[in-house]
């Protein structure tokens, strides 16, 4: 079974802290993926990584930034965390080939930011 | 990026049938997902079709593809009370394996 681990399940920061959210996946996956869920808004994607070191902006990158030093490890960092950057945030991977390339989720990280 | 969208909630009684309706905008999408999502959990594949199909039952569910309307539907047979979820509908685009999903649609059945 194709397992995405993260590396809390809530996390409470302050304002202005910098913030590593981690993910990882054992599946030897090329794809990665970093959304945030909000109530009404559905998953919008941050940032996805197609291989090691490769990062792409997805819709909503501003305030985020991310890592992929290690093909099972996708980190999402919140470089000054503010109040609107609290959220759910889901970790994805997924293979590039092979039928019929279903996402992997992680169980997700509720972050509030106070 | 597409536009997918869903209606954000739906009642049932226990017993029925559920359908839960998607649209899409993507029409070169070689994939069309369903994703359920469980209280305080991650999402989890239900089912997908491909996009050369116009059907595909999987036990109590049926995936009904209307390409021509870019319109998908979910329908769940005797809905339980354990169907009680977020059901999301997504798409596939084609470049770099990026995923479009809509807003989540939340079950809920009354027993």
């Known amino acids: 079974d194709v397992k995405v681990t993260q590396s809390s399940r809530y996390l409470v920061k302050r304002t202005g802290e910098k913030v590593f959210l981690e993910c990882v996946q054992d599946?030897?996956?090329?794809?990665m993926f970093w959304y945030r869920q909000d109530p009404g808004l559905g998953l919008r994607l941050i940032y996805f990584?197609?291989?090691?070191?490769?990062?792409e902006k997805g819709d909503i990158p501003e305030g985020y930034s991310v890592s992929r030093e290690k093909k099972e490890r996708f980190s999402l960092i919140l470089e000054s965390a503010s109040t609107n950057q609290t959220s759910m945030y889901l970790c994805?991977?997924?293979?590039?080939?092979?039928?019929?390339?279903?996402?992997?989720f992680g169980p997700g990280t509720r972050l509030t930011v106070t | 990026g597409e536009d997918v969208e869903q209606s954000l909630f739906l009642s049932v009684r226990e017993g029925d049938s559920s359908v839960i309706n998607c649209t899409y905008t993507?029409?070169?999408?070689?994939?069309l997902y369903w994703y359920k999502q469980e209280p305080g959990a991650g999402l989890q594949l239900l089912t997908y079709?491909?996009?050369?199909?116009d059907m595909k039952q999987d036990q109590r569910l049926t995936v009904l593809l209307n390409k021509k309307d870019k319109h998908l539907s979910l329908r769940i047979a005797d809905t339980q009370t354990g169907d009680s979820a977020i059901y999301f509908c997504?798409?596939?685009?084609?470049?770099?394996?990026?995923?479009?999903f809509g807003s989540g649609t939340k079950l809920n059945v009354k027993p």
């Open positions: 997504a798409e596939r685009a084609d470049n770099f394996n990026k995923f479009y």
């Open positions: 993507d029409s070169s999408s070689t994939y």
């Open positions: 599946m030897d996956h090329e794809n």
């Open positions: 990584s197609y291989d090691v070191k490769m990062k």
């Open positions: 994805a991977s997924s293979a590039p080939s092979g039928s019929p390339h279903e996402q992997y």
């Open positions: 079709i491909f996009s050369n199909m």
